[in-house]
């Protein structure tokens, strides 16, 4: 079993900057891959990035490109999700979530076995 806690959102305006956190706990294989994920209301859960632990290597959804970073504490076991120039559609609940290894894609939210609890991310104009 895997638990994962998020936090670091809240309130900013647009433009500035947020850095989620997303500690992980439990069995090491079951967090080989680490996503973030993002829901605004009435819509959606939608891909954000995603990182695989051991290697560093990340994915990023086309609308994150350029403004999001994710990053890794191997050794914390933790995720970080720096979010730059963000705009008011940016607003969600941002969670992030993890997998083992084994095939499935990186972006579909139902390829992923543990979620945290989400977080609130709100952007204003």
């Known amino acids: 079993q895997v638990q994962l806690v998020e936090s670091g959102g809240g309130l900013v305006q647009a433009g500035g900057s947020l850095r989620l956190s997303c500690a992980a706990s439990?069995?090491?294989?079951?967090?080989?891959?680490m996503g973030w994920f993002r829901q605004a209301p009435g819509k959606e859960r939608e891909f954000v990035g995603a990182?695989?632990?051991?290697?560093?290597?990340?994915s990023y959804a086309d609308s994150v490109k350029g403004r999001f970073t994710i990053s890794r504490d191997y050794v914390k076991h933790t995720v970080y999700l720096q979010m730059n120039s963000l705009k008011p559609e940016d607003t969600a609940v941002y969670y992030c979530?993890?997998?083992?290894?084994?095939?499935?894609?990186?972006?579909?939210?139902?390829?992923?076995?543990?979620w945290g609890q989400g977080t609130q991310v709100t952007v204003s104009s």
């Open positions: 990182i695989i632990m051991v290697q560093g290597t990340t």
């Open positions: 979530a993890s997998r083992g290894y084994r095939g499935g894609t990186y972006y579909s939210p139902t390829d992923y076995d543990y």
């Open positions: 439990g069995r090491t294989f079951d967090y080989y891959r």
